[in-house]
């Protein structure tokens, strides 16, 4: 992964704006927000997606980017005071806190904007349809129905007892959406079969989930050294999760069945889907 | 214009979304940011230049609509306590104040999501090819090169005297670039020839400045109750405007002079541009 975290982050660097002049400032904010950090996990879905397909590498690098961008931009914003109000993100201090707020709202308004004009230049593929198709995945899973409203639900149920279902439909929408689109960017690039589509799709959708309680177990379990943010916060929150609901053994147990069953999606693409395989392991073994 | 707008306002209910569950609050914030006001310019442009080449009427009002929810997402977090701190706009309390912080940084990014998502669907046009022409000029127009960059030039110029060459530089980045891409959006959709849009660029180039002159005088000399947003905040803070610099009298000249010289790029249009004269009279004199 360390070889894709690399090309990532020299095409991130490439497609962030540089230069002088008094809006300078939003762009180093930018630049601040996505480079040097993350584990790129969305990216390295997108790369081993679009292997799948023979998708040249330049293009997937384009898609990758996008997703990444869109991640940073939700990472800016939900930091900020008005939201959860994180001072350490990636064991560096957010964004809002290193600039300030309005250089933050800003940053990612425009980082959010970049990743629109990423997919639809034609670099990113030839075919008109296919960036259009890409643009549309990506803002159904990004927008209010996807992960604008995740956040918004997130907020609502501070006050709340959610049930599974309840966590599983926000979770869903908070991170499970981009994470599909990230799984599907190869299958769109590539011009995947249905049934192709399907079985990334399936895959997303059960490794979505171990990700999300992997999340969850590391802020009830991990340090803040380790993790690079504020630990414990849902249970200083009272926040209904995984964990809270299932127990630490009986969560970590669903994880791992999740990704047994995330990689089960697979089969149909023999050993051309190890990476993929890989990386589901790895989002439940990951530390941080 | 009032049919038009009539038009964009039902346009615009259609496209937001709306429904129930914990997210909800996020898809109603979003609703009360963009509908029941404002004087639909920016849609206005793109219909009066898209029936300059006959575009279909339902196609127009997608791109219309597109533009409003990316003016409408800057207004919102423009608002923002961190940013102009504004608490009326349009003669209501701005979203933040009606909602909360969180709830608008989260419905200004469903709009600026919504806003490509609309334009990214075949039903805007049939060629891919031109709706991501259309994405892209959108997103130029409004990203850290374009609108966000102005609202971070206009921060950072809080305290510096600007001169008239870098105040126009700002206004063209903060509002020009939308009102180009407005324009623009017509002339995409229609196929125009390069004559065609360069004309139309012309026009906008010096129909958004003597929109921002216009704007500066109200700002200076309208009653808050008129303008529906509190006045007299550039002077309070000491900000460098057209009209600090120009005096009034010097920037209503300049603001007829501009229109006239807008107007001018028309000719070539005979009398199909008539709607965009009669808009470019409106500029200068609307009271809000």
């Given at each position: 992964m360390t070889e894709t975290a690399q090309a990532v982050e020299e095409t991130l660097d490439r497609l962030l704006p540089s230069g002088g002049g008094p809006e300078a400032r939003v762009f180093e904010a930018m630049r601040y927000a996505c480079l040097?950090?993350?584990?790129r996990l969305r990216p390295f879905l997108v790369m081993a997606g679009a292997e799948l397909f023979g998708v040249p590498r330049a293009r997937a690098l384009r898609a990758a980017a996008a997703v990444e961008l869109v991640h940073c931009y939700s990472l800016v914003h939900d930091d900020l005071p008005a939201m959860?109000?994180?001072?350490?993100?990636r064991g560096r201090p957010t964004t809002h806190i290193e600039y300030d707020e309005a250089t933050a709202v800003l940053a990612g308004d425009g980082l959010l904007t970049l990743a629109f004009e990423v997919l639809a230049d034609p670099a990113t593929h030839d075919e008109a349809d296919v960036r259009c198709r890409l643009v549309t995945a990506l803002a159904q899973a990004s927008g209010a129905r996807g992960m604008v409203g995740g956040q918004m639900y997130d907020l609502a149920a501070e006050d709340r007892a959610l049930d599974l279902d309840q966590i599983s439909r926000l979770q869903d929408m908070k991170t499970g959406q981009l994470f599909n689109f990230s799984c599907e960017a190869g299958a769109i690039l590539g011009g995947a079969s249905k049934k192709e589509h399907d079985a990334l799709l399936a895959y997303s959708r059960s490794l979505g989930l171990a990700f999300q309680i992997a999340d969850d177990l590391l802020d009830f379990e991990g340090s803040e050294d380790e993790v690079g943010k504020k630990v414990g916060k849902d249970a200083d929150a009272g926040k209904a999760t995984f964990v809270s609901i299932l127990g630490a053994e009986e969560a970590r147990n669903k994880a791992k069945a999740l990704v047994d069953k995330a990689v089960s999606h697979?089969?149909?693409?023999c050993e051309k889907a190890d990476l993929l395989r890989d990386v589901a392991r790895f989002v439940i073994e990951r530390r941080t």
């Open positions: 040097g950090g993350g584990k959860d109000d994180d001072e350490l993100r697979l089969e149909f693409y």
